[in-house]
């Protein structure tokens, strides 16, 4: 049967690296007999210029008959001065929570080809393949009251809320540990238990689900400790389990590690394998329009999407041996390139990943 993906580019250099992952996807239709349709849909501030709001009722719709989503990213400047209810990453907000996608999986894997492109030693990060997991529909992002005002002081003051219900904590914490289970059944949580009753709790219930895994080794460290750990020994870690706020920091920090944000994909999915793939870097206004973008992030995140959402791990592999191939072959981005290496644009890496996969095929 014919799957359909939504294909939501975005702002920035969201539709200059979407581009490039749907000239994969119609690689791996024309070579490989991959059926997929796709729809493209407008989201954050292009949504907004065009329809008033970041998310729009259409792309929601679309969003909720197609069989999975290809996101680019939202946001930028022009679009700051609105009010919070209207800005772009509302939009992303929205659509993460009106689909319930309330887990968030980012591999952190520093590929051999890009060692020279960390900022830290290679006996540091060589071979690192870190798994995050970051709840994404709940905690501070979300939580209720949230605002700004003026104190009795006369001050203005900004108050937001960070909680999570032992349900909301339960379910991602079982899908931590089932994905422990397919790696190295080793699961870290992290909280900071010792300061915020909400992740006091988020320890108590990630104990008690872990008694339903007795062959899962869990261990639990501060979010400030983590970041430290992370930058002084990330090969410690293996699959970590984390809240929304510090999964977004500890997850940037771990794609630097990696060499580049350009270079990490992300899968955000339902309690049924329903997701949407997203590169986990922003809209980059700084390079947009510039043609030097990194669209591997977002080709990353198509073949998570067909091992994920469409369990097609012949044509995940595909892809992911054609970056690879690619990489092999000296071909850089500007934003992991190293002396010795051929810097490309953001389509000359489009067109030399879509090469290597045609190749694979003779
Ligand atoms: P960013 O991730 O857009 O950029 C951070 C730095 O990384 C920039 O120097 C940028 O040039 C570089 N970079 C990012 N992606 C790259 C790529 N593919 N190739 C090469 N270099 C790349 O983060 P930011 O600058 O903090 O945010 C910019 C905008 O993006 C803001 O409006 C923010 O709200 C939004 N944002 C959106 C998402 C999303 O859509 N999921 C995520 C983060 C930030």
Not at 300 to 323: I, Q
Not at 330 to 347: E, L, P
Request: with cysteine.
């Amino acid at each position: 049967m014919t799957k359909k993906i939504a294909v939501l580019p975005g702002d920035g250099i969201g539709p200059e690296i979407v581009a490039e992952a749907l000239k994969v996807l119609d690689c791996l239709k024309s070579e490989f007999g991959l059926r997929i349709e796709t729809e493209q849909a407008l989201i954050g501030g292009a949504a907004y210029d065009a329809k008033g709001t970041p998310f729009p009722a259409e792309t929601l719709a679309l969003s909720k008959e197609s069989d999975s989503i290809l996101l680019g990213a939202v946001g930028g400047p022009k679009w700051e001065p609105l009010d919070y209810s209207v800005r772009p990453e509302r939009g992303l907000l929205g659509m993460r929570s009106e689909l319930d996608l309330f887990v968030n999986l980012r591999p952190a894997i520093l590929y051999p080809q890009l060692e020279d492109a960390s900022t830290l030693k290679p006996e540091v990060v060589s071979g690192l393949d870190i798994m995050i997991l970051r709840e994404l529909t709940g905690g501070i992002y979300f939580g209720q009251p949230r605002g700004r005002r003026i104190n009795g002081n006369g001050e203005r003051e900004g108050f937001n809320t960070l909680i999570y219900s032992e349900s909301e904590i339960r379910r991602i914490a079982r899908i931590g540990f089932q994905i422990a289970q397919k790696r190295s059944n080793r699961l870290c949580s992290v909280d900071k238990a010792n300061v915020l009753e909400c992740t006091e709790l988020w320890r108590e219930v990630v104990i008690e689900v872990g008694k339903e895994y007795p062959d899962v080794a869990l261990s639990h460290i501060y979010v400030d400790n983590a970041a430290m750990q992370l930058v002084r020994n990330p090969k410690q870690f293996d699959v970590m389990l984390t809240d929304n706020m510090f999964g977004d920091i500890l997850s940037d920090c771990a794609a630097m590690l990696t060499g580049s944000i350009g270079m990490l994909p992300s899968a955000s999915l339902d309690q049924n394998g329903k997701g949407m793939y997203e590169p986990i870097h922003g809209s980059a206004p700084d390079i947009t329009g510039k043609g030097i973008a990194n669209p591997i992030a977002t080709i990353l995140s198509l073949a998570m999407m067909l091992r994920y959402s469409f369990d097609d791990g012949a044509n995940a592999v595909r892809v992911e041996k054609a970056v690879l191939s690619a990489l092999d072959s000296g071909f850089r981005t500007a934003d992991i390139y190293s002396a010795g290496t051929r810097r490309v644009g953001t389509v000359e890496m489009g067109d030399a990943i879509v090469a290597a996969l045609r190749t694979s095929r003779q």
